[in-house]
């Protein structure tokens, strides 16, 4: 058994309402059991160099839920690529129930996690993907969203993102406000004014929307 703990009930309200997130007690909930899960997990396999609960609170989920805030995708079909532990997919499952979310991760051991957190939350409508996003096109299309938190290689995500086979209509990107006047000059989408992540220095998410060609 874990000697860290996840963050009490209060605490997690505590940092949804810094972030103007709104969530019942279900979610706050479901909040909770994820961040037990991946501590449990943290201490046998290294799955998240965030391992304290509050830092992944705030920096994990409230970051990703934010989103939300900038864009409306509570009935949409998402995939979050190379999510990681989960975030921002999962979270933003958690958030808005009637989404779809595909959840891309090469990572056999990550997404072995992502699908036991699926089950034991009882999250429905949730598939989980062991690949690299370069090689899907068809098994995922059409998407509305393509989300992305962790990625390097902007051109290549914005070029898989837009074309034909995977044709997603819009693209989230959380990233770093230096990085986003490169990320801009990639062609075929029209881009939306960063918006600055709360309680953080230089971290904004970014939308873009697919050009008409």
């Not at 000697?3 to 019942?24: G, H, M, R, Y």
């Not at 909040?31 to 201490?43: G, P, Q, S, V």
């Amino acid at each position: 058994m874990s000697l860290v703990q996840p963050p009490s009930e209060a605490a997690v309200k505590k940092a949804l309402s810094e972030f103007k997130i709104e969530a019942d007690a279900s979610k706050v909930d479901q909040i909770r059991e994820y961040i037990k899960l991946l501590l449990a997990w943290n201490e046998k396999v290294n799955l998240t160099a965030i391992r304290d609960p509050q830092d992944i609170l705030y920096r994990h989920f409230c970051e990703s839920m934010i989103a939300a805030q900038v864009v409306d995708m509570s009935k949409s079909r998402l995939a979050d690529i190379g999510t990681g532990v989960g975030f921002p997919g999962l979270a933003l499952k958690i958030l808005l129930p009637e989404a779809q979310v595909i959840l891309v991760e090469s990572s056999v051991k990550k997404a072995t996690f992502l699908a036991e957190v699926v089950r034991a939350l009882g999250l429905a409508n949730v598939q989980v993907l062991v690949s690299r996003y370069e090689e899907l096109g068809e098994e995922i299309a059409p998407i509305d969203f393509a989300c992305a938190r962790a990625l390097g290689e902007f051109k290549a995500f914005l070029d898989w993102g837009g074309s034909a086979k995977v044709d997603a209509k819009q693209v989230v990107l959380w990233l770093g406000e230096r990085d986003v006047p490169e990320v801009q000059q990639v062609g075929g989408w029209s881009w939306k004014a960063a918006v600055p992540v709360p309680q953080s220095l230089r971290r904004v998410i970014l939308v873009g929307e697919k050009a008409n060609t």
